[in-house]
């Protein structure tokens, strides 16, 4: 390797695209799956809580699922919000100034929980793009991109992938640790930067 390529920034992963999931039904079975395989393990005591009736507690507009999670050995809780948005009977769009979301990978059909990295309290005022998420060595982002036919309101927001909930529940749980704990790693990083 050349002085001048050990110099040269490394090039930017480009984001993950994944479509999001806007069905009720649809968020409410991933939502429920996720927080199941989460249930299930010994440091994520916030997801053994008993779930309201119907998990899709209605909201204004809309329905929302939350989970607050701060597993053992992690240094701040971290806030799930999925909200969708009523607009009509058989259009519930996904509302992104909620945090989390659920992705279907369009390459594969794969489902993802999903994060995003725009948190005021814990990184600053704006949302982190793929170079800054990649200078704070952040896993690969993800972007959700609706079809043509819709807006898409996500502002350039990026996706941190919290775990595929298409793998085994010891996987998730596992995936969803790793995350949380990068979460906070870029999280501090950025907060220090802003400052």
């Not at 930017?12 to 991933?30: D, F, G, Q």
Request: charged fraction near 30%; charge should be positive.
């Amino acid at each position: 390797m050349t002085a001048a390529q050990a110099e040269a920034p490394a090039a930017v992963a480009a984001p993950i695209e994944l479509s999001p999931v806007e069905n009720r039904t649809e968020v409410r079975n991933h939502f429920r799956r996720w927080r199941k395989a989460l249930a299930a393990d010994a440091r994520f005591p916030a997801a053994r809580r008993p779930e309201p009736e119907d998990e899709a507690e209605a909201v204004k507009d809309g329905f929302q699922w939350k989970l607050t999670l701060r597993p053992a050995g992690q240094a701040a809780a971290l806030d799930f919000s999925i909200r969708l948005l009523e607009k009509s009977a058989s259009y519930t769009p996904l509302d992104r100034n909620n945090q989390a979301a659920i992705g279907r990978d369009r390459a594969d059909g794969r489902f993802y929980i999903l994060r995003q990295w725009y948190d005021t309290k814990r990184i600053g005022s704006r949302a982190l793009n793929a170079e800054a998420l990649a200078g704070y060595d952040a896993p690969r982002p993800a972007d959700l991109l609706h079809a043509e036919s819709k807006p898409n309101a996500g502002r350039g927001r990026l996706y941190l992938v919290v775990a595929c909930l298409d793998d085994t529940d010891e996987a998730i749980a596992e995936q969803t640790h790793a995350a949380l704990g990068a979460f906070h790693r870029v999280a501090k990083a950025a907060r220090a930067d802003f400052i």
